[in-house]
Each structure stands twice: as C-alpha cells, then as structure tokens.
C-alpha cells in the first residue's frame, strides 16, 4: 500500500522525535505521547457522548425486537393452532379410500355430511397409429389440437377453448411430435411409449368432459397421427368426464376430482367410487382443547406484557416510546374489545372466554367465566377459534401487524426502523471524529517535533559556548 504525503510526514516526525528524545536532546518530554494525551483528551467528552447514545440506542433495539418477537410467535402459535392444530375443526371420512378432506377458507364447519362418489373426473387419453421405431419420421405439417366434449362418435368443439397449432417439421420423428405438442403448454402431454404392436403417441388431457380434444392432420403426410370420434387411425384409451358425486343425497358434479363448492369450509379429493355405499365426513371437536389453550394464550400475552412494563417503566430502554406504549393500549383493551361482530350468542369478547386484565396490565383466566360461556354458547365459542378476520385470531394477528408495520409512525416496527436509523448516524459520527482526532494528534506531533529540534539546536549551542568560556577562562 503507498502511503500518503501526510501520513509519511507524519511518520518522519515521530521518528525524528524519538531520536532527539533518545539522544538526550531537546527538553527530554516525550513528544509523542503528549501529542496524543492531547488529542485524546481533546475528544474524549464527544466520542463519550456518542458511546453512550450508541449504547441506549443498542439497548433500545434489543428491548423493541424482543417484543416484537414476543408478539410473532403469539401470532404464529395461535394460528397454527386454529388451522390445523388442537383448535382446528379437522375433517375426516369414515371411509377413508373414498377421498381426502381439509379445511379450506376461513369457515369453520361442523355436523356431519354423507358422501357417494359415482364417478371419478377423467382426462381423455388417446394413442396414434404405431410406428416401427420412437426414431420413425412422421411426416411434416401441421397438427391442431381443438378442444369440446366427446359423446360416442361426435365433438362439440368449445368455441371459447382456442385451437392450437403445432409445426412439425421435415425430418420429424415420433419423439419430436411429443416434444413439440408439450412445448404447446395446451394443456395436453404427450410421450413415446413402445407396445407390443410398435412405437405409439400418447396423448393426456386434462380432467373434465369440456377438456375432450382432437388432433386433425393439416397434411396427408400426418394422417397416421390424427384423431377424430369414429376415425380409422389412433385409439381412445379413455374419454375425459366430469366427477359425479352425491352429498347428503343431493347429486353434484365437478370438473375434476378436486372438489372445493360441495361442503362449506371444505376441499375434497376424491380418490375412488363408493356406488350405494355412502360414507360420512366429521369434524373433530376443539371444544375439549378451548379451556388448555385458552390458559396457553393468556401465559404467551403475559410475557408480552410483562416485557412492554418492563421496557416502559420509569428509567426503562422504551419508557418515552410511542410504538411500546400504542401495543400497550391495544393489549390492555383486548379483553373488552368485541371479536366476533354480529354475534347473538354469550360468546363476544374475549372477556366472554375468561380473559381477565389485572392491575398491573398482565392478565389471568377466568376458568368460571369460561365454563359458563362455553355451557351457554358452545357453537359461539367454537367459532371465535377460526382462521379468519374475526375471532381470537384474527384479532391478535391485526394487533401483531399493527405493531410491525413501518409506515405508521407511532408503531414499534417505525420506532425499530428509527433506532437504527440513529445508530447508523452515529457510526458515520464516530468515523468523522475518529479522523479529526488523527488529524489533529499529526498536526500536534509536527508542531513538537519542530520545537524540539529547535531547542536542541539551542542546547547544542549553550553547550559550545559553555565549553568556550572554560576554555578562555583556562587561558587566562
């Protein structure tokens, strides 16, 4: 590394300091050292002043993330506990071969429903003419894949499901036509399979009696690849069709075997046909969980409370913090807010479910409270443990967002953001007067290096004449 100009002063004078100091020279202070005495002390209040600040804004952070942190895993725990946890309304079927069902949306069902699958949804599938090899030329020219529902020997072409165009090239193989079909992304895969009659395209469309298709030749050449109801060329190995189901003896059906519309709260994917033998879906019941869990949420808002009096106290890191004091408002009110608007039952608030606030702003569980609520409003209360904008839930996850959100300027995750904002600022600050100090710590060297060559240029004189006069005294 070349150093520069003034650093390399600033060397030479150290050293040429420390050699007029070595030699006996000059006043016999160390130079060098005051030098820095100086400088040192000449900052000392400042950067003080900027270590401390650094250190509160350090610990004004570390208490603000703490609560934040605090409040995420509240909001996640409790989340997970509604969507698929011990609060969940889990579906099951008693005929578990039939289909599988979870919980969809932000309902939460219950009671029991039957359900008969008559039908599975299908795609159609189709094979070409066989060909002696997968490395068989086809021909070349274009293939269209045009889209409607297939009955027997006709096709109702879809006028809103556009056709596609697919170019085959000369030269192509049966390989190639698979590859350019699924580059196509119609919604049709293809693949080269070889069978005991030769090499054959298959083609698979997706589920749904709308989603049937042909494959029409735009050149003779292509013929042995095309596909129509009734044609003598390719087969039809299976034709697409809706599912046909029943729930509750009400006949449904759907154009695939994912079924979202049938059972409120409800997707199923039906697996298999239960012809005259229906079976049941349930829910599981929370309600033995409610009390459990109810005393798990109020020990978790506890340590949320306890961290905000803590930092809020007199002389705490957050005591003058708007973010920690506007969480505090919205915790102390919880108990009293209604969360579950429109509600007719005894189950409203919080308060309803024996969330109690003490003196101090933590809270305990009123077990008697949330017996006699539960006993009067079994459903109600069921239905405040659900994953959507209302209830226990929901009402804490605005609260948390609330609480992290940046652009409201009186939020903890705003007071966060401004924290180390400052603290960024003061590190810019100490760097600045860092280089000041080493400025003027150089400048000081210089200057004593100069003195002290000069009073040793005058000792040396002193001396000479010194010695000059005991020599003219001698003569004498």
């Not at 050699?19 to 900052?43: C, E, I, W, Y």
């Not at 190639?176 to 080269?192: E, H, L, R």
């Not at 759907?254 to 879906?281: C, E, F, H, M, R």
């Amino acid at each position: 590394m070349v150093s520069s100009p003034s650093s390399s002063t600033s060397a030479s004078a150290v050293t040429t300091s420390s050699l007029v100091t070595a030699l006996g020279g000059g006043s016999g202070v160390d130079m060098t050292a005051l030098a820095n005495n100086l400088a040192n002390a000449q900052f000392a209040s400042r950067n003080d002043r900027l270590a401390t600040k650094s250190d509160k804004l350090d610990a004004q952070i570390s208490a603000a993330s703490n609560i934040k942190s605090l409040m995420l895993g509240l909001d996640t725990s409790l989340g997970t506990l509604v969507r698929s946890g011990s609060l969940a309304r889990t579906p099951s079927l008693a005929n578990a071969s039939v289909a599988s069902a979870t919980l969809s949306g932000s309902s939460q069902p219950s009671g029991s429903y039957s359900l008969e699958v008559t039908r599975l949804a299908s795609g159609q599938q189709l094979a070409s003419a066989p060909f002696t090899a997968t490395g068989s030329t086809v021909g070349s020219g274009t293939l269209t894949l045009k889209f409607g529902a297939v009955s027997g020997g006709t096709f109702a072409q879809d006028s809103a499901h556009a056709a596609v165009d697919i170019t085959v090239p000369q030269g192509a193989t049966l390989a190639d036509v698979a590859t350019a079909i699924n580059g196509a992304n119609a919604g049709v895969s293809a693949y080269v399979t070889n069978t005991v009659d030769g090499a054959q395209l298959v083609l698979k469309g997706p589920q749904g009696a709308a989603n049937g298709f042909v494959l029409e030749a735009g050149d003779p050449s292509l013929a042995a690849l095309a596909w129509s109801p009734g044609a003598a060329t390719g087969q039809l190995l299976n034709t697409a069709s809706d599912a046909a189901f029943k729930v509750d003896g009400l006949s449904m059906t759907a154009t695939s075997n994912t079924v979202t519309d049938a059972i409120p709260g409800v997707k199923l994917q039906l697996a298999a046909v239960n012809t005259g033998a229906p079976t049941t879906l349930g829910f599981s019941d929370p309600a033995g969980a409610i009390a459990a869990s109810m005393q798990d949420f109020v020990d978790a808002l506890n340590e949320v409370v306890s961290a905000l009096n803590t930092a809020t106290s007199i002389g705490g890191d957050l005591a003058n913090d708007t973010g920690a004091r506007a969480l505090k408002r919205l915790l102390s009110a919880l108990g009293s807010t209604t969360i579950m608007p429109g509600a007719t039952g005894a189950a409203k608030t919080l308060a309803d479910l024996g969330l109690k606030t003490q003196r101090d702003g933590t809270f305990a569980l009123d077990t008697d409270r949330l017996s006699a609520t539960t006993a009067a409003d079994p459903k109600g209360v069921a239905a405040m443990f659900t994953n959507g904008v209302n209830g226990v839930y929901g009402t804490v996850d605005r609260i948390y967002r609330a609480a992290v959100s940046t652009t409201d300027a009186y939020s903890l995750g705003s007071s966060i953001a401004g924290y180390t904002k400052k603290k960024t600022g003061i590190s810019t600050e100490k760097g600045d007067l860092a280089e000041q100090q080493e400025k003027l710590r150089a400048r000081l060297v210089a200057q004593y290096t100069a003195s002290e060559t000069r009073i040793g240029a005058s000792k040396s004189t002193l001396a000479m004449l010194t010695n000059q006069i005991a020599q003219w005294n001698k003569s004498s």
